[in-house]
């Protein structure tokens, strides 16, 4: 697994762009995440994310993990973005607090829980998410559940 160390505060655009991991960790000290950060990273499959309170620095709003479908998605452009639908799972990790816009648009993911520390769940995170089946919510999340 690729990691990322705690106390990284951003990831920069083009920063793991056509790497060859499987798997990659957010820490949770990281805030910022720029537009491109895992462009054609094509062999990714899952993402532990913990960034607790982590947004956009892009310059646009699309794919976190996945394919936009009929945008195409450049190096200039996309959220944490990646021009493939290889994304099967997407763990979110306890104390983060925001789910980010777009997370979950273009990937496989079939199956996405909400732990109870969530407090945002951003704009389309869930936008064609077409192998989506089931959400579930931390009983203890006071917010959604």
């Not at 990659?24 to 607790?52: H, K, M, W």
């Amino acid at each position: 697994m690729n990691f990322i160390p705690e106390g990284v505060t951003a990831i920069e655009s083009g920063q793991f762009r056509n790497g060859t991991f499987t798997e990659i960790e957010i820490p949770a000290s990281v805030t910022c995440i720029e537009s491109g950060a895992f462009l054609d990273c094509c062999q990714l499959q899952r993402v532990y994310f913990n960034a607790v309170n982590c947004k956009t620095c892009g310059k646009k709003t699309m794919p976190v993990f996945g394919n936009y479908g009929d945008v195409q998605v450049t190096y200039n452009y996309g959220y944490f973005g990646v021009t493939n639908m290889n994304v099967v799972e997407i763990l979110i990790g306890e104390g983060v607090k925001t789910i980010p816009n777009f997370l979950l648009t273009g990937t496989n993911v079939a199956s996405f829980h909400i732990p109870a520390s969530v407090e945002k769940v951003g704009l389309h995170a869930f936008c064609r998410a077409a192998a989506l089946e089931s959400i579930t919510v931390d009983p203890q999340n006071p917010r959604y559940y």
